[in-house]
């Protein structure tokens, strides 16, 4: 691995695809380690990403596999993290444990070429990069998802899509607020869409 892919960081989700194209997925961006962020590692409709399911399947052809859930997941066990009912991404980022992960992250993309792994296809509806990468990205390294098809997308470029997404934009009362400030606005309010609702889940 050259020096220049340990500053890269993908992520991945692995939707509805066989493990067969998941792989190849991974195979084409030569991605050495899969950094596994569900807080449940088992698929209900895809039995073949059950946690140790894909472990013994990456293993197979040589990809480290790491269960990060407990320290990235998107519903932490600590009752801190809930406000009504629903996870506090800016709480959930403030453990201990996930700086712990985080510093796990940075440490296997020293060894590996790295890639954040969680369920859905798309980045934006996924916590992989609305909690996970929003606090990474303050560090020396470059973020690339992996999309459905194949074709990877910078993380500037996901936020911008982000902010319009959630239609974030200046108005004649915050006349001087940069794209910076927009697109922490764009994370806050989608942050709030996707985190894990307790009550919804009758828990």
Same mark, same amino acid.
């Given at each position: 691995?050259? =020096?220049?892919? @340990? @500053?890269?960081?993908? $992520?991945? #989700?692995?939707?509805?695809? $066989?493990?067969?194209?998941?792989?190849?997925?991974?195979?084409?961006?030569?991605?050495?380690? %899969?950094?596994? %962020?569900?807080?449940?590692?088992?698929?209900?409709?895809?039995?073949?990403?059950?946690?140790?399911?894909?472990?013994?399947?990456?293993?197979?052809?040589?990809?480290?596999?790491?269960?990060?859930?407990?320290? &990235?997941?998107?519903? +932490?066990?600590?009752? #801190?993290?809930?406000?009504?009912?629903?996870? /506090?991404?800016?709480?959930?980022?403030?453990?201990?444990?996930?700086?712990?992960?985080?510093?796990?992250?940075?440490?296997?993309? #020293?060894?590996?070429?790295?890639?954040?792994?969680?369920? =859905?296809?798309? +980045?934006?509806?996924?916590?992989? $990069?609305?909690? %996970?990468?929003? @606090? &990474?990205? #303050?560090?020396? !390294?470059?973020?690339?998802?992996? !999309?459905?098809?194949?074709?990877?997308?910078?993380? &500037?470029?996901?936020?911008?899509? &982000?902010?319009?997404?959630?239609?974030?934009?200046?108005?004649?009362? =915050? +006349?001087?607020? $940069?794209?910076?400030?927009?697109?922490?606005?764009?994370?806050?309010?989608?942050?709030?869409?996707? /985190?894990?609702?307790?009550?919804?889940?009758?828990?």
């Amino acid at each position: 691995m050259s =020096e220049k892919n @340990n @500053n890269i960081l993908y $992520t991945v #989700g692995h939707s509805n695809h $066989t493990i067969e194209v998941f792989i190849e997925l991974l195979q084409r961006h030569k991605i050495g380690m %899969v950094l596994d %962020v569900r807080s449940a590692p088992y698929s209900r409709y895809c039995a073949q990403f059950d946690k140790g399911v894909l472990a013994a399947a990456l293993a197979a052809v040589k990809i480290q596999y790491e269960y990060l859930g407990k320290e &990235l997941g998107a519903r +932490p066990d600590d009752p #801190g993290c809930y406000e009504g009912g629903c996870v /506090s991404f800016e709480k959930a980022a403030r453990r201990e444990e996930f700086k712990e992960g985080v510093e796990r992250v940075r440490s296997n993309m #020293g060894r590996y070429s790295s890639a954040l792994m969680c369920s =859905e296809k798309e +980045p934006l509806d996924c916590h992989r $990069t609305i909690l %996970v990468c929003r @606090n &990474l990205k #303050g560090y020396k !390294l470059e973020i690339k998802h992996i !999309l459905e098809d194949g074709a990877l997308e910078d993380h &500037l470029e996901a936020e911008r899509r &982000l902010v319009k997404l959630r239609k974030i934009e200046r108005t004649l009362f =915050e +006349p001087d607020l $940069t794209e910076a400030d927009l697109i922490e606005q764009a994370y806050d309010k989608q942050g709030r869409k996707i /985190s894990y609702k307790a009550e919804e889940a009758g828990t």
